[in-house]
Nanobody, 115 residues
Framework: QVQLVEIGGGLVQAGGSLRLSCTAS????????MAWYRQAPGKQREFVGR???????NYADSVKGRFTISRDNAKNTVYLQMNSLKPDDTAVYYCNTNKAGLSYWGQGTQVTVSS
């Protein structure tokens, strides 16, 4: 079983930056993919980006060039660096991974971007 805890959300003005962290209860070295999703009010949860164990990353078009995902296996932590934030980035951000056929989610952290 994997437990994920996200921290780092908050209120920021448009154009600002935030860094979210997702720490797993155990080693993430064996977790091939760590991903970030977000859910805005009244909308479905959507993919933000992911990072593979080897460091390869993929991003949604809406965040490409502004968001960066990194991982520190020694700290069992994945990061989401968000720059040039827009009001449309306002959402609850969730960390996600899969292990042994099961999908695990964190509790989410709120990001609010004011115009």
């Amino acid at each position: 079983q994997v437990q994920l805890v996200e921290i780092g959300g908050g209120l920021v003005q448009a154009g600002g930056s935030l860094r979210l962290s997702c720490t797993a209860s155990g080693s993430i070295f064996s977790l091939n993919v760590m991903a970030w999703y977000r859910q805005a009010p009244g909308k479905q949860r959507e993919f933000v980006g992911r990072i593979f164990n080897g460091g390869t990353t993929n991003y949604a078009d809406s965040v490409k060039g502004r968001f960066t995902i990194s991982r520190d296996n020694a700290k069992n932590t994945v990061y989401l660096q968000m720059n040039s934030l827009k009001p449309d980035d306002t959402a609850v951000y969730y960390c996600n991974t899969n292990k042994a056929g099961l999908s695990y989610w964190g509790q989410g952290t709120q990001v609010t971007v004011s115009s």
